[in-house]
């Protein structure tokens, strides 16, 4: 069945540019998205079909995906961006998350 | 502006079947698809199955196969999940979360507050 990798943990200094990779085979052929999660809170959308921010979504988050990863990236990265965060693909007629990342800002 | 509104939380005993409500409000309902999602307590999301609210087509988590139920009732923009057999492993929030349907794609845009629901004899 088709799997998401992440790294459990990410640690960034504020300022500073955060880089959480998804890895899954062939994960440049789906659409990716990534979702920010804030304890007690619901998830937020912060990337869709791989590349795009929804409204509302400050421009320091950014994505690409291409072969078998997919990459989210936080620019200047501040106090307020320590979250969770998940990627997510369609996998054969299934949503698969990965396990999520957690980014702490130092 | 769009709002996913759940039921509250809710306590069942192993074996039991419990129903969460999804109420839709500021869009067009069967403009898109709901997903249910759940979280147990520390642990990563996990999707169950959505429902086509224009068609009632389903699909399923094979994780879930047999115990989920995904519903939709478009004259109330309620969206429902129910799942039966309960265990103590289903401790968790459940969300409800729209897509498009009319993109692939587009992502989750718009989650529930999260229900609680708690599987304790």
């Known amino acids: 069945s088709f799997e998401l990798t992440q790294p459990p943990s990410v640690s960034v200094s504020p300022g500073q540019t955060a880089t959480i990779t998804c890895s899954g085979d062939?994960?440049?052929?789906?659409?990716v998205c990534w979702y920010q999660q804030k304890p007690g809170q619901s998830p937020v959308l912060v990337i869709y079909?791989?590349?795009k921010r929804p409204s509302g979504i400050p421009e320091r988050f950014s994505g690409s995906n291409s072969g078998n990863t997919a990459t989210l990236t936080i620019s200047g990265t501040q106090a307020m961006d320590e979250a969770d965060y998940y990627c997510q693909a369609w996998g054969s007629s299934a949503v698969v998350f990965g396990p999520g990342t957690k980014v702490t800002v130092l | 502006q769009v709002q996913l509104v759940q039921s509250g939380a809710d306590v069942k005993k192993p074996g039991a079947s419990v129903k969460v409500s999804c109420k839709a409000s500021?869009?067009?309902?069967?403009?898109?698809?709901i997903h249910w999602v759940r979280q147990a307590p520390g642990q990563r999301l996990e999707w169950m199955g959505w429902?086509?609210?224009?068609?009632?087509?389903?699909k399923y988590s094979q994780n879930f196969q047999g115990r989920v139920t995904v519903t939709r009732d478009t004259s109330a923009s309620t969206a429902y999940m129910e799942l039966s057999s309960l265990r103590s492993e289903d401790t968790a929030v459940y969300y409800c979360?729209?897509?498009?349907?009319?993109?692939?794609?587009?992502?989750?845009?718009?989650w529930g507050q999260g229900t609680l629901v708690t599987v304790s004899s």
């Open positions: 979360a729209r897509e498009t349907i009319i993109v692939a794609g587009t992502g989750a845009d718009h």
């Open positions: 500021g869009y067009s309902f069967t403009d898109y698809a």
């Open positions: 079909q791989d590349i």
């Open positions: 429902v086509n609210v224009v068609n009632g087509n389903t």
């Open positions: 062939k994960l440049g052929d789906r659409y």
